[in-house]
């Protein structure tokens, strides 16, 4: 397996301009997650799925945030309109149920998003 | 408020010795806690996993002691390298839910 894979690597966007990050979970993977983090605030919980469904979106900073999941291989973030506070590293994380032997989270290599 | 406190400062030590790194928290009573390492531009890795039931976890140089009454879980990498350099994070659980919040970080810098 390639692991999670996120898309884009960078993007860099003007103010009010709506940002869509994409991400490819692991095949077999029951749970998704996405994470935003700054050096101010560290790793944040945005919100997560389970089989498709969002679970718990409390993390999900303003109405600005958006997130789907359409089928088990492919969910997307969305802000619209992007702001500058909204600059940070968006990381989509996916693992299997607790409690399996090997349960851990595994990460994709980010998104990093610039808003000027 | 729920908290995750993991040392802000650097650790600096020598090769060879062993590292020893700190999670405590409050207010939470997680099921599972788990330790990451982050290196600079790349997303965390998954390292280890401890039940609250389990009081210490080992793999290969690695070591995790999870204490549910200190509130506390230690980290250790005995025999450490230059290449262990990194940042590591802890995570917790709430409520046993597959819901991890995640400590600061603390930077390991092992010198050779």
């Known amino acids: 397996d390639a692991g999670v894979i996120q898309s884009p690597r960078h993007e860099v966007t003007e103010m009010g301009q709506e940002v869509t990050l994409r991400c490819k979970p692991i095949s077999g993977h029951d749970y998704l997650f996405w994470y935003r983090q700054t050096m101010m605030r560290g790793l944040e919980l945005l919100i997560y799925?389970?089989?498709?469904?969002?679970?718990?979106d409390s993390g999900m900073p303003e109405d600005r945030f958006s997130a789907k999941m359409p089928n088990a291989s492919f969910s997307t973030l969305k802000i619209q309109p992007s702001e500058p506070r909204d600059s940070a590293v968006y990381f989509c994380a996916s693992s299997f149920q607790p409690g399996q032997d090997n349960y851990g989270y595994t990460f994709g290599s980010g998104t990093r998003l610039t808003v000027v | 408020s729920q908290k995750i406190e993991q040392n802000s400062e650097a650790l600096n030590i020598q090769e060879g010795k062993t590292a020893t790194l700190t999670c405590n928290y409050t207010?939470?009573?997680?099921?599972?806690l788990q330790w990451y390492r982050q290196d600079p531009g790349r997303g965390p890795v998954f390292l280890l996993l401890?039940?609250?039931?389990?009081k210490e976890k080992r793999k290969e140089r690695l070591k995790v002691t999870f204490d549910t009454t200190l509130k506390q879980s230690l980290f250790h990498i005995t025999a450490s390298q230059p290449a262990d350099s990194a940042t590591y994070l802890c995570a917790l659980d709430e409520d046993n839910f597959n819901k991890f919040y995640f400590g600061s970080g603390t930077k390991l810098n092992v010198k050779p």
């Open positions: 207010n939470y009573s997680p099921a599972y």
């Open positions: 799925f389970n089989n498709n469904v969002p679970i718990d």
């Open positions: 401890i039940r609250e039931n389990e």
